[in-house]
């Protein structure tokens, strides 16, 4: 059997989902961080999956509740469910709700408010997404015991593997989710938790502006990412400068803590770098990137939010990272110098890039763009 560690950025249009798929013990192990928004993405998935014959996820990760990291996972699990042919032996994901204890008795109602409420509205439905999720990761996995909720407080078993090395550097901790929500309803003064209100009252009661809240409560969500970095090791022993950071969305305040924590930033450096929260601005941060020094940097990116953010791509060249994106940008509302990005994808609207370590030929392949993905194509 070859051996070879595969990790893949796919190709998903704006939000984020990689697969990395290594030799461990004579058969081919498989980890899935994120898995993007839409169907089409969950078909991605499946492809690389048949691909290279996955016959068990030993490890899923849904880095934070956003729909753009896990609506495209429910999708995927559905499909899984339906043909019994994946089990899952380990899961890190955000944690779900807890207790009942929310003020807003309707706050679903505000979904069929139109034009109003957008973050707001974005945070119920991932706080759904997510409980939705959890759900039928119970219903995957091998042993419930294997569910965790990671963070630095409560670490997960991090030594599950013979030939990657996983180590956990954020979130310092998670918030169940439906107190992310209560954030987005958050009023200074106003109702205690034990009242309960509809949102008619909530609207009449509400002091401040509901998506500045919702923004609020959307970065602590960001911030909550599961960040961790994968180095090869055993049989790939030879690699072990390739280590692969995995960031999620995590903004400069999950960045702030982990530069200071002098635990922690030790074990950021990372020949590649997942960018977090798709190239914005409120996402690494330079002083982050001088601890990751990264030689390769991933952005996934879609057509939406004029992203990767130029601010992003500039900290990234000064570090003289070669800067791979999965996804040229033309939105003509914000424009990127994408010409500049190397490998950002010229054929076809999505571009995945694959790293391929193969320990019997002693070389790393890196191919951007068409070769590996071609669903939903032209
Ligand atoms: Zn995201
Ligand atoms: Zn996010």
Redesign the pocket.
């Known amino acids: 059997m070859k051996k070879e560690i595969k990790i893949i950025f796919l190709d998903i249009g704006h939000g984020d989902s990689s697969v990395i798929t290594f030799s461990e013990k004579g058969r081919k192990a498989c980890i899935i961080v994120d898995g993007g928004e839409s169907k089409k993405n969950k078909e991605r998935i499946v492809e690389f999956l048949e691909k290279e014959e996955i016959k068990a996820i030993d490890l899923l990760v849904a880095t934070?509740i956003?729909q753009?990291?896990i609506q495209g996972l429910n999708y995927f699990l559905d499909d899984i469910i339906k043909e019994k042919n994946l089990r899952i032996r380990y899961y890190w994901g955000p944690r779900p709700e807890e207790g009942k204890s929310f003020y807003v008795n309707d706050y679903e109602s505000l979904l069929e408010k139109p034009g109003k409420y957008t973050t707001t509205k974005y945070i119920i439905q991932s706080v759904a997404q997510n409980e939705r999720l959890y759900e039928k990761v119970k219903r995957l996995i091998v042993d419930e015991a294997n569910i965790y909720f990671p963070s630095l407080e409560a670490p997960p078993p991090l030594d599950i593997f013979e030939n990657v090395q996983l180590e956990l550097l954020g979130p310092y901790r998670q918030i169940p989710s439906n107190e992310i929500k209560a954030m987005a309803f958050a009023i200074p003064s106003g109702p205690t938790t034990d009242e309960i209100l509809t949102i008619e009252d909530f609207e009449m009661t509400v002091e401040k502006d509901f998506e500045a809240m919702a923004t609020k409560a959307?970065q602590n969500?960001?911030n909550q990412?599961i960040v961790f970095r994968l180095t090869p090791k055993g049989v790939f022993d030879e690699f072990k400068s390739w280590q692969f950071l995995f960031t999620?969305?995590a903004e400069e305040e999950s960045w702030g803590r982990m530069v200071r924590d002098e635990e922690i930033n030790k074990k950021l450096e990372s020949k590649v770098l997942k960018v977090p929260?798709h190239g914005s601005r409120n996402g690494i941060t330079e002083e982050g990137l001088r601890f990751v020094k990264p030689s390769y940097s991933v952005i996934s990116v879609g057509q939406k939010h004029g992203l990767p953010d130029k601010e992003t791509l500039s900290l990234l060249k000064k570090c003289n990272s070669n800067i791979f994106c999965t996804e040229r940008n033309e939105d003509q509302r914000n424009p990127v110098p994408c010409s500049k990005i190397k490998d950002c994808p010229k054929i076809g609207r999505y571009g995945p890039i694959l790293f391929a370590i193969d320990a019997d030929t002693g070389k790393v392949k890196i191919t951007p763009g068409d070769e590996w993905c071609r669903v939903g194509w032209g």
């Open positions: 934070h956003d753009d990291h959307h969500a960001n990412s999620g969305d929260h």
